[in-house]
Every structure is written in structure tokens, then in C-alpha cells.
């Protein structure tokens, strides 16, 4: 057994400990957020927070996660008001919106360390993380737009 | 149409014969009358060959060159770099996706090492892993340098982590992250030799003086 936190609740898993994370958490426990791109961390679609940090959890056997908490784009706000959520919306940035969780959840993890980021530092940040609509200039808009609704 | 070749042709034959009298023979070969083996393709020469070289001196500068094989492949300059990002394959192409060293050499806040490698290899994702994977710092770069450049950094306080000589010997010899170099996975070509070899190598090169081969020498 397999215990860890989900966006805030214990779970309790019996799976084979070198299941990706990313199967746990769309395939066990139904949290389809997450999505699948490519499978070997090279396009950021499938990123959630370990314990605040970034891992891409197609790549991250489950047992990584033992006793840690897992943070999905369900549980990155109860209500969809994180202000990247926020900023999302009110910059219109998804297209396809396919690559976009993982694009929020790993800005996420650049606001939660920097709050203020420059343009710099949200290229390096979410150079992994791939939009084949091509969504990143509304990107970068919106986690500027979101540092300063965290302002307000 | 024969003719206007001939020009270039004569060149590059000066150019070869130049480059073929200037040189420097590889210095195992040349030292105390020492004569050693070829290493295999792929392997290291055994430490133990070494002591044929009399002079402790010479025989101190053969073990680094030695070593230094290793040092140079890929599996190991790789994640040496002289900037802030890594590089990957036989050709040292630019880390893809293009991610930064960081503060503390494990990348930023969204793309840091761990938030792709594992503590393993993950042959179906063909994702590089092993425990702490993380990128040399800058003082420790190997890209771009020779052997004796390398060997003055690693002996230096200042650009070997603060490492004595004795605990150079142990990273080589043990350290976990190293160790990948000879087991790096889907197909990868490994370092050569074995980690035990490079550990008894440099064991021996420290125990004979530590000395750093001449400048251009090169394996």
C-alpha cells in the first residue's frame, strides 16, 4: 500500500509502486486534469506539484510520492479562483487548451518562488512545458497578469 | 577538370604532413622506457600496467591521462558544462529542453533536474536517472578543457567542491551520480572502462604525487 496526500486527502493506493504518477492520478483516482502529451517529460502536459515542486508525472513512479502531497490543477484552488486561473480566463489563453494545466501548474511553481517574475524568468521557467497552438505570448500576458492580481 | 584540384589536394597533403611532424606523441608511451598495452575500444588500461613506469613523476602523469579518458567522454563532460545549461548525446548538443543550472545547480523553480530525472534509468521513456542528478557547478567545468587543465581543478580546493585528495579518489570511486557514466541506459554509450578501474587509477595517480600531465598531452 501506498500512502500519500491528493490535493489535500489522504489516499491510500494499492498499486504497483512503479506506476507513473500520472496513471494514479487520471487512470485510479479520476483526475483527468492531468493530461498525457508524450510520456517520456518532454512536454510538460502532465506536470503536478510534489510537495510544492515541479514533477512531470509520466515519468514519476508512484512510490516517489509515498507519504508526500500531490498537488493536481483540481486541487490548485477549490473554486477555480487561483489567480493564474484567474488570469487565464480573463486573457483568453487556451486555444486547444491541451498543454494548459501543465503550463498553470508549473507557473504556479514559479509564482510561489518568485512572485514578482521578469519576462526572463518565465521563458527559463516554462521552457518545458510545450504549446503546439502556440499560446505563449498569452502565456507570458497572463502569469504577469496573475503576479499582479496576487498583488491586488 | 583534374587540374584545378591538384592545388587543394597539395594543401591539405602539406597541411597533413605538418600536422604529422608537430604532433606530441601520446606520453605513455614514451616514459622510462615504458611500453603499454592499446587500450581496447571502450576500456580503460589496467592500473596495475602502470607500474612498469619507473619514474613516479612520469608514472603519476600516465595514471591522470589515463583517467582522463573518462573524464572527457560525454557520459561524464556532459553535465560539466562551461555555462548554465547541460548537454546530452556523443555530440554535446544543448540540453533539450533548454534548462539552466540554477542557484544550486539543480535548475529553476519549474524545470529543475528532478522534475524530469529519476534515481534510475527509465528505459521506456528512455529518461536518464540516478540518485542526487544534478550539474557539476560552474568551477568544476570540464567543457573545453584539456587534460592537465582538468587536472589542476580537480587538485584545487577552490574548483573541486573542497574536496581533498582522498575524497577525489572516493567521488570517483563510489559516488552513486558518477556511477551512471557506465550505466547510463537506452543504448547510451558508457564511459569506458569500469567505475572500479577509474577508482583505482586515480587512487594511484594521488598515491604517486598527483601530478599533472604536461600541457597538450593528451590520453
Same mark, same amino acid.
Given at each position: 500500500?501506498?500512502?500519500? %496526500?491528493?490535493?489535500?486527502?489522504?489516499?491510500?493506493? *494499492?498499486?504497483? =509502486?512503479?506506476?507513473?504518477?500520472? #496513471?494514479?492520478?487520471?487512470?485510479?483516482?479520476?483526475?483527468?486534469?492531468?493530461?498525457?502529451?508524450?510520456?517520456? &517529460?518532454?512536454?510538460?502536459?502532465?506536470?503536478?506539484?510534489?510537495?510544492?515542486?515541479?514533477?512531470?508525472?509520466?515519468?514519476? @513512479?508512484?512510490?516517489?510520492?509515498? $507519504?508526500?502531497?500531490?498537488?493536481?490543477?483540481?486541487?490548485?484552488?477549490?473554486?477555480?479562483?487561483? =489567480?493564474?486561473?484567474?488570469? #487565464?480566463?480573463?486573457?483568453?489563453? @487556451?486555444?486547444?487548451?491541451?498543454?494548459?494545466?501543465?503550463?498553470?501548474?508549473? /507557473?504556479?511553481?514559479?509564482?510561489?518562488?518568485?512572485? %514578482?517574475?521578469?519576462?526572463?524568468?518565465?521563458?527559463?521557467?516554462?521552457?518545458?512545458?510545450?504549446?503546439?497552438?502556440?499560446?505563449?505570448?498569452?502565456?507570458?500576458?497572463?502569469?504577469?497578469?496573475? &503576479?499582479?492580481?496576487?498583488?491586488? | 577538370?583534374?587540374? !584545378?584540384?591538384?592545388? !587543394?589536394?597539395?594543401?591539405? /597533403?602539406?597541411?597533413?604532413?605538418?600536422?604529422?611532424?608537430?604532433?606530441?606523441? !601520446?606520453?605513455?608511451?614514451?616514459?622510462? $622506457?615504458?611500453?603499454?598495452?592499446? &587500450?581496447?575500444?571502450?576500456?580503460?588500461?589496467?592500473?596495475?600496467?602502470?607500474?612498469?613506469?619507473?619514474?613516479?613523476?612520469?608514472?603519476?602523469?600516465?595514471?591522470?591521462?589515463?583517467?582522463?579518458?573518462?573524464?572527457?567522454?560525454?557520459?561524464?563532460?556532459?553535465?560539466?558544462?562551461?555555462?548554465?545549461? @547541460?548537454?546530452?548525446?556523443? *555530440?554535446?548538443?544543448?540540453?533539450? !529542453?533548454?534548462?539552466?543550472?540554477? @542557484? *544550486?545547480? %539543480?535548475?529553476?523553480?519549474?524545470?529543475?533536474?528532478?522534475?524530469?530525472?529519476?534515481?534510475?534509468?527509465?528505459?521506456? /521513456?528512455?529518461?536518464?536517472?540516478?540518485? *542526487?542528478?544534478?550539474?557539476?557547478?560552474?568551477?568544476?567545468?570540464?567543457?573545453? %578543457?584539456?587534460?592537465?587543465?582538468?587536472?589542476?581543478?580537480?587538485k584545487d580546493p577552490a574548483r573541486n567542491g573542497g574536496r581533498t585528495l582522498a575524497q577525489i579518489v572516493d567521488h570517483n570511486a563510489h559516488d552513486r551520480l558518477v556511477a551512471w557514466g557506465w550505466n547510463p541506459g537506452h543504448g547510451r554509450e558508457p564511459a569506458p572502462g569500469t567505475q572500479e578501474q577509474l577508482g583505482q587509477l586515480v587512487a594511484d595517480w594521488v598515491a604517486s604525487g598527483a601530478?599533472?600531465?604536461?600541457?597538450?598531452?593528451?590520453?
Amino acid at each position: 500500500m501506498i500512502m500519500l %496526500k491528493v490535493n489535500g486527502e489522504a489516499r491510500e493506493l *494499492d498499486v504497483d =509502486p512503479e506506476m507513473p504518477l500520472l #496513471w494514479v492520478l487520471r487512470d485510479v483516482l479520476g483526475l483527468t486534469g492531468t493530461k498525457y502529451g508524450c510520456g517520456q &517529460a518532454q512536454c510538460g502536459a502532465c506536470t503536478v506539484h510534489l510537495d510544492g515542486e515541479v514533477v512531470r508525472s509520466c515519468v514519476t @513512479p508512484v512510490r516517489r510520492a509515498a $507519504g508526500r502531497a500531490v498537488t493536481t490543477i483540481e486541487g490548485l484552488s477549490p473554486d477555480g479562483s487561483h =489567480p493564474l486561473q484567474r488570469a #487565464w480566463c480573463d486573457l483568453a489563453v @487556451p486555444q486547444c487548451g491541451f498543454c494548459q494545466a501543465g503550463q498553470i501548474m508549473t /507557473a504556479a511553481a514559479l509564482l510561489a518562488s518568485n512572485p %514578482k517574475p521578469r519576462d526572463a524568468d518565465i521563458e527559463r521557467c516554462l521552457a518545458g512545458n510545450i504549446c503546439r497552438c502556440g499560446t505563449y505570448t498569452r502565456i507570458r500576458a497572463a502569469v504577469k497578469r496573475a &503576479a499582479q492580481i496576487s498583488e491586488e | 577538370m583534374r587540374e !584545378p584540384r591538384a592545388a !587543394p589536394v597539395l594543401v591539405v /597533403a602539406v597541411i597533413a604532413l605538418a600536422c604529422g611532424c608537430t604532433r606530441r606523441q !601520446p606520453e605513455t608511451t614514451s616514459k622510462g $622506457g615504458a611500453s603499454l598495452s592499446q &587500450a581496447s575500444s571502450g576500456g580503460l588500461r589496467r592500473p596495475e600496467e602502470f607500474a612498469q613506469i619507473a619514474d613516479r613523476a612520469a608514472r603519476s602523469r600516465a595514471l591522470f591521462l589515463e583517467a582522463s579518458r573518462v573524464f572527457l567522454h560525454p557520459r561524464c563532460v556532459n553535465c560539466h558544462p562551461n555555462g548554465d545549461t @547541460p548537454h546530452q548525446g556523443m *555530440d554535446l548538443s544543448v540540453h533539450d !529542453p533548454p534548462v539552466v543550472r540554477g @542557484p *544550486d545547480d %539543480k535548475g529553476v523553480a519549474g524545470v529543475q533536474c528532478s522534475s524530469c530525472h529519476q534515481d534510475h534509468n527509465l528505459e521506456l /521513456a528512455r529518461v536518464p536517472g540516478a540518485p *542526487d542528478w544534478h550539474l557539476a557547478p560552474r568551477a568544476m567545468a570540464w567543457v573545453g %578543457k584539456n587534460p592537465r587543465e582538468i587536472c589542476e581543478q580537480m587538485k584545487d580546493p577552490a574548483r573541486n567542491g573542497g574536496r581533498t585528495l582522498a575524497q577525489i579518489v572516493d567521488h570517483n570511486a563510489h559516488d552513486r551520480l558518477v556511477a551512471w557514466g557506465w550505466n547510463p541506459g537506452h543504448g547510451r554509450e558508457p564511459a569506458p572502462g569500469t567505475q572500479e578501474q577509474l577508482g583505482q587509477l586515480v587512487a594511484d595517480w594521488v598515491a604517486s604525487g598527483a601530478e599533472c600531465p604536461n600541457e597538450g598531452a593528451t590520453p
